[in-house]
């Protein structure tokens, strides 16, 4: 469903991802870890056809990116750390414009029936998302993938600066999404929900995919140490 075959994105002399190979089928989680400046969003822009490759290929669902980008977004649902949404509309004015977009005509009833499996309360459903906490429209986006019947989902640090309940809550909306056999894509800086909602981990550095793990081969506790050695990480002896 997501592949990417030796994908390569140069600015100038700097090399951003350098022949990323990655795979995620249907149903899967992926999530990918890396420092600052890895290649992680770089990745999630070549899948979403917003830059173009320097070389290699993305691909959705069988289709290249480059040539298919109109016919690629259909399939598509894309929360980046900050969802944009229309701060004066409401959540159900929302999903229903955003769903609009994506050529899904649908009654109340089924707007509504889509925030209530995302799980945002019932009393913000009519309230301008201007006063949603983070958490709040991060639902609105996942009500927006529900809607759009989407098949792919990429997901740019999400769950940065989401308190721990409301990070969970995310992490069980995916693994709902997961079970309707949406491949999803996950770039992140936590290691901690990586490994409660991933079927797939790796590890990024220098725009190259340096390890990658099924989830459930790996203890919390061996991805961390992983992960630091993999970053060179020293130790610091005070
Ligand atoms: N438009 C651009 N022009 C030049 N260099 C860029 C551009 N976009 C990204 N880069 C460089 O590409 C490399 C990869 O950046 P990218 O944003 O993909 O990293 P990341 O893993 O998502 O980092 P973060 O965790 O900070 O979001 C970095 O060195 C970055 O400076």
């Known amino acids: 469903m997501?592949?990417?075959?030796?994908?390569?994105?140069?600015?100038?002399?700097?090399?951003?991802?350098?022949?990323?190979?990655?795979?995620?089928?249907?149903?899967?989680?992926?999530?990918?870890?890396?420092?600052n400046g890895a290649g992680k969003t770089t990745t999630i822009n070549l899948l979403l056809g917003f830059i173009e490759p320097t070389s290699g290929d993305a691909l959705i669902n069988d289709l290249n990116v480059s040539e298919?980008?109109?016919?690629?977004?259909?399939?598509?649902?894309?929360?980046p750390e900050n969802l944009m949404l229309y701060p004066s509309l409401s959540a159900i004015e929302n999903l229903d414009y955003f769903s609009g977009i994506a050529g899904k005509k649908l009654s109340k009833e089924s707007l509504i029936s889509f925030l209530i499996e995302?799980?945002?309360?019932?009393?913000?459903?009519?309230?301008?998302?201007?006063?949603?906490?983070k958490g709040m429209r991060q639902k609105v986006g996942i009500a927006i993938a529900l809607a759009k019947d989407a098949k792919v989902l990429l997901l740019d640090e999400p769950t940065s600066g989401l308190d721990p309940k409301?990070?969970?809550?995310?992490?069980?909306?995916?693994?709902?999404?997961?079970?309707?056999g949406v491949a999803t894509l996950?770039?992140?800086?936590?290691?901690?929900r990586a490994k409660e909602v991933a079927t797939h981990i790796g590890i990024m550095k220098d725009g190259q995919l340096k390890d990658e793990f099924i989830a459930n081969d790996i203890s919390l506790l061996d991805l961390?140490?992983?992960?630091?050695?993999?970053?060179n990480y020293k130790e610091v002896v005070l």
């Open 118 to 133: 995302a799980g945002l309360q019932e009393d913000a459903f009519e309230k301008r998302v201007s006063a949603f906490s």
């Open 68 to 79: 298919n980008s109109k016919e690629t977004k259909k399939f598509l649902a894309y929360i």
């Open 186 to 192: 996950m770039a992140t800086h936590d290691l901690f």
């Open 166 to 180: 409301a990070s969970n809550e995310f992490g069980q909306l995916l693994r709902k999404l997961s079970q309707k």
């Open 2 to 35: 997501i592949t990417t075959n030796n994908l390569t994105k140069k600015y100038n002399d700097q090399t951003a991802l350098d022949q990323l190979n990655l795979q995620v089928g249907k149903g899967e989680i992926y999530c990918l870890l890396g420092a």
């Open 224 to 231: 961390e140490q992983t992960y630091l050695s993999t970053m």
